[in-house]
DNA sequence: CGTGCTTTTGAATAGTATCAAGGCCGGTGG
DNA sequence: CCACCGGCCTTGATACTATTCAAAAGCACG
């Protein structure tokens, strides 16, 4: 994929974009640079020395962690717009890897030019402690629920956040059982029961490799007590 | 308790004096209020509109999350040096509620200040930038340890977690059952079992209100799946 | 000494994980 | 074109773990 400057680029809501400084966007467009990593591949890996910021310009990237006996546990899922490899920033190493979910575009700055950019836009600096204010948000609302809801319940909050994010126009999904699995914290054998239920009493219509969601206001209603706000 | 100047304070683990800025210092210093809470009094409340930032002169609080049907979780632990309410910032509403788990001593800046703050030093929106960096680190891996480990791991985690922040010169770390069962995210009766089984064991020892780390290594072997340095 | 609160223990129940087997589908090669 | 293979998904039976309910013991307080 050929370089593209940030000022021209067409990715509406990139994260350097939306910060409005047009100075920023033209040092970025200078040290920037954009790849291009098939389905399945690794952006980041968890362990790895921590080498700059990601910003994901087209793509879906899943953000795990390595957990005990081969398990793993989705932290987030990402799109376009997203910022990946920051939780890294301060630290040494990253402590989660980042694993495409299909071809994707990312853009990366390296360490040096990052911070070089924080030192010269304190609206990118105060931009990004805003978008980490959201994450930790969203972090510590998901240890309440992996906390405290039930299997079931956990997928029903697994299948609200996945849709949220990466609905297409049919209110469809296309996600893997092992991802979902990973996202909800549980194993496919009950994530795939509880699909079964679901489908059974009408509020999911499940084919090969997509997940249709019939009755949207059902699934609310089951983590409603969890006052999430979809 | 009298107000003291921040450039007077003896607290050596502020956030705002670690900084290093001494016009920010001089800022605060002018800005901040400082109020005494007595033990389990609310610092902030779940829903409460998001007033400001609050800095941990001395003191424990607990930061916690209501859950289902009365259930609450434990975030985070925090002591002097901590900030409470900085998941706030750029949201309507705190997202958690803070409760003094002792007598305590916090200086309170209020939004308006904060930002001009931010504006005039942007070492504080730096550095604060870090601290969410690490606190979303830690909140991650506490989503995979919530998930994964079982409750006698969930409750050694807890107490190793606990010690770290509180353990005073025995070793020892006076906490309630309830508070640390809602940190392991577990009910009071197992926490019960999983303590009266480690003092069996001869790991811990524990009086009324106390509990006291006998062995810590054996505590640390037990969670040594999950690859947690302490 | 009661009285009320927290903590501990026990027993029954419910929920979840694991193990094992079978089904479905796409790809490959005869 | 069809049979076979392998991966992913589903289902069932079983074992295990955690939760709930109930009750007793310990402790603080008046």
């Given at each position: 994929m050929k370089e593209v400057a940030c000022t021209e680029c067409?990715?509406?809501?990139?994260f350097i974009r939306t910060c409005g400084d047009d100075q920023l966007m033209q040092f970025v467009s200078n040290v920037k640079r954009t790849s291009f990593y098939k389905k399945k591949q690794y952006v980041v890996f968890e362990g790895d020395q921590v080498l700059g910021l990601f910003f994901i310009l087209s793509g879906r990237i899943k953000v795990v962690s390595s957990g005990i006996s081969g398990k793993t546990q989705v932290v987030r899922l990402t799109k376009s717009g997203d910022i990946i490899g920051h939780r890294g920033l301060g630290g040494e190493t990253y402590p989660i890897s980042a694993i495409t979910m299909e071809d994707s575009n990312i853009c990366f700055v390296d360490n040096d030019s990052i911070y070089e950019a924080f030192m010269s836009s304190p609206k990118l600096t105060f931009d990004l402690m805003m978008y980490y204010s959201k994450e930790l948000r969203n972090s510590e609302a998901k240890i309440k629920n992996i906390a405290q809801m039930s299997v079931r319940e956990k997928v029903v909050d697994s299948l609200l956040y996945s849709e949220r994010l990466y609905r297409d126009d049919n209110n469809s999904i296309q996600i893997d059982r092992q991802d979902l699995a990973d996202l909800a914290g549980i194993n496919t054998e009950q994530l795939s029961r509880v699909l079964s239920e679901l489908k059974k009493e009408g509020i999911l219509a499940i084919t090969k490799n997509e997940i249709t969601i019939n009755d949207r206001n059902q699934l609310v209603d089951i983590v409603q007590p969890f006052n999430i706000s979809y």
């Open positions: 067409s990715s509406s809501d990139c």
